[in-house]
């Protein structure tokens, strides 16, 4: 049952955190640590693969609202649920002791005792703006923030681009989510007015720059409601699809195979299937680094064929998207977007168009209208510019 004094989704997101603390423990937090949301500019299912991806930060943002705890236990509550997860050292010994939302939270602290650090039992209290299951990286987020509560409570000496692999650690081995590691760099590396340009073998990044505002322009983020799991059998069939064709390639990922040499791979193929989801790879490794000259050349209209024809390759060739994701992009297109594509994992989340800010309005009424005339749900919006977590 739900407790009605506690406190609700209004407000500030790390007033909520801290007020849920205070709620909780009865005391005020030590601390509060934020990371945010990301979409993905453009780049999709090519990190898994050691490619390229392109994403930026959101004003979105996770708070987590922590303090030390003595006796080597954790305890976190959340603003999304009504039940809060406690778990210690035995519990948290090996990934599949903490399951749920929890997971996560255990995981980071899993993860990071694997790692040899010494983390403090702790208390925490989380507060979201970032919508769960949309494609916007909502786990990701919740992991750096916990982490970076963990790190800065216990004095742990962890640089931030050590960090993400960490995260993704616990993610992969201890949720059990077969992610890359373009979100756990996104939310933790990003910088505001930038691009995060991700070179997913080396890790090495470059910010490219992405000034919507002076352009005119915006990223309008439509969340289909269509929520997508990427611990799901979907996300992992083509994860294990493009390893298998690495190695029948002869190929340490398919990252290593060039645009250039596409043809020549796929008559190497004798499936289709292998060959449409290689297709996908590596030609949208191809569009990340077409748009990357596009950005530094400051021609940020121009990426809208790229952000439409990575959209086509998701749904044609690596067949990801859902009828909620197609419909939205097909409306934002017609309503005059430069470019529309699906964000994330896929089967379902967030579709993201390229508009003049002047006219997200009617995109948004566009893809309102096609949703109504199938009978789905009505998508909720974002209006946004790439941006990182202000400090709590």
């Known amino acids: 049952m739900t407790d009605p004094a506690r406190p609700g989704p209004a ?175 996104a939310v933790i590396r990003c910088r505001p007015g930038h691009a995060l340009f991700l070179d997913c073998r080396t890790e090495s990044v470059e910010h490219i720059p992405f000034d919507l505002a002076t352009a005119g322009l915006a990223v309008l983020v439509v969340d289909s409601r269509a929520p997508h799991r990427h611990a799901g059998g979907e996300y992992a069939s083509r994860r294990a699809s493009c390893e298998r064709a690495a190695k029948l390639l002869g190929v340490a990922a398919l990252r290593d195979v060039p645009a250039a040499g596409l043809d020549e791979a796929l008559a190497l193929l004798d499936d289709d299937e292998t060959r449409r989801r290689v297709r996908h790879v590596v030609t949208e490794n191809q569009r990340v680094l077409d748009t990357v000259e596009l950005l530094r050349a400051g021609r940020i209209r121009d990426i809208g064929p790229l952000l439409t024809a990575s959209h086509a390759s998701m749904r044609d060739d690596f067949e990801i998207t859902v009828p909620e994701i197609d419909t939205a992009v097909e409306a934002a297109l017609a309503a005059g977007a430069y470019g529309a594509r699906m964000t994330g994992g896929g089967f379902g989340g967030c579709v993201l168009a390229l508009v003049d800010a002047d006219r997200a309005d009617a995109a948004s009424a566009a893809v309102t209208t096609a949703y109504a005339a199938r009978d789905f749900p009505a998508p909720n919006f974002h209006l946004t510019t790439p941006n990182t977590h202000p400090r709590p």
């Open 11 to 185: 407000g500030d997101v790390a007033d909520r955190a801290a007020a849920g603390f205070r709620h909780r423990y009865g005391e005020p937090p030590a601390g509060r640590w934020a990371a945010p949301g990301r979409a993905n500019l453009i780049g999709e299912h090519t990190d898994y693969n050691d490619g390229f991806v392109l994403p930026f930060a959101l004003p979105l943002r996770t708070v987590v609202a922590a303090a030390r705890q003595d006796g080597g236990r954790w305890t976190a509550w959340s603003e999304l649920s009504d039940s809060p997860v406690e778990f210690g050292v035995d519990e948290v010994a090996a990934p599949g002791r903490v399951a749920g939302w929890g997971a996560y939270v255990a995981g980071v602290v899993w993860a990071l005792r694997d790692a040899g650090h010494d983390v403090p039992g702790a208390r925490l209290a989380i507060a979201s703006d970032v919508p769960v299951g949309s494609g916007l990286s909502s786990s990701a987020a919740l992991e750096a923030a916990v982490l970076a509560a963990l790190v800065d409570l216990g004095g742990v000496d962890l640089p931030a681009e050590r960090r993400p692999r960490l995260a993704q650690r616990a993610e992969n081995a201890y949720v059990g989510a077969p992610t890359g590691i373009m979100d756990q760099s």
